[in-house]
């Protein structure tokens, strides 16, 4: 049974726009930071973008920051990540991490969703 399932990949030009969504089975996302990552082919896994458990913090690394935007839906137990402005560099699979805030070890990982931005 997969536990956290991303799901919005696709093919598309430079310069469109995507929502990607994780959404969790079994278990609230209500405790839980949730970090998505990306892994272009031949390069490390890449932490972009999280949210924290409290107070909805938000985190992005350079390369996104001003073109995505991580939202978490506590009730609808369901994290987007809205990326706009989408370059050829952002082709990857996008993998979401959650991670309990107040049990050292108890995290989920899908198993990603891939997306190619091509002309």
């Known amino acids: 049974q997969r536990h956290l399932v991303e799901s919005g990949g696709c093919l598309l030009q430079p310069g469109g726009s995507l929502t990607l969504s994780c959404a969790a089975s079994?278990?609230?996302?209500?405790?839980?930071?949730i970090t998505w990552y990306r892994q272009a082919p031949g390069n490390e896994r890449e932490l972009f973008a999280a949210?924290?458990?409290?107070?909805?913090?938000?985190n992005y690394a350079d390369s996104v920051e001003g073109r995505f935007t991580i939202s978490k839906d506590n009730a609808g137990n369901t994290v987007s990540l809205q990326m706009n402005s989408l370059l050829p560099e952002d082709t990857a699979v996008y993998y979401c991490?959650?991670?309990?805030?107040?049990?050292?070890?108890?995290?989920?990982w899908g198993k990603g969703t891939l997306v190619t931005v091509s002309s």
């Open positions: 079994v278990f609230s996302f209500f405790d839980y930071a």
């Open positions: 991490n959650a991670a309990n805030s107040y049990i050292y070890g108890m995290e989920y």
């Open positions: 949210i924290t458990a409290v107070g909805g913090i938000t």
